[in-house]
């Protein structure tokens, strides 16, 4: 039996021009699952999770439109 944790990523990672390697995404996951490794947790999969935002009321009342965001989320897991 595994129990799971889900921890949201930012959809872009910034870096200075004069510090772009090419590899920013690739550091940040390794920083990231080896920080949640060291508590315990496997590393499972990264996924993308579209969320619809709807607007309110008001805003609908403005012409403001349906957005679309994607989130990334990395899957964790241990045994209980």
Not at 49 to 56: N, W
Not at 68 to 75: E, G, K, L, P
Request: aromatic share 12%; glycine share 6%; proline share 4%.
């Amino acid at each position: 039996m595994f129990e799971y944790k889900m921890v949201q990523t930012p959809p872009n990672i910034a870096v200075e021009m004069k510090s772009h390697r090419g590899n920013e995404a690739a550091a940040y996951l390794e920083r990231v699952v080896n920080e949640y490794a060291d508590d315990g947790w496997e590393f499972q999969r990264v996924d993308s999770i579209g969320v619809q935002v709807q607007p309110g009321c008001m805003d609908s009342l403005f012409g403001k439109k349906v957005q679309n965001n994607s989130y990334y989320v990395i899957t964790f897991r241990k045994e209980k």
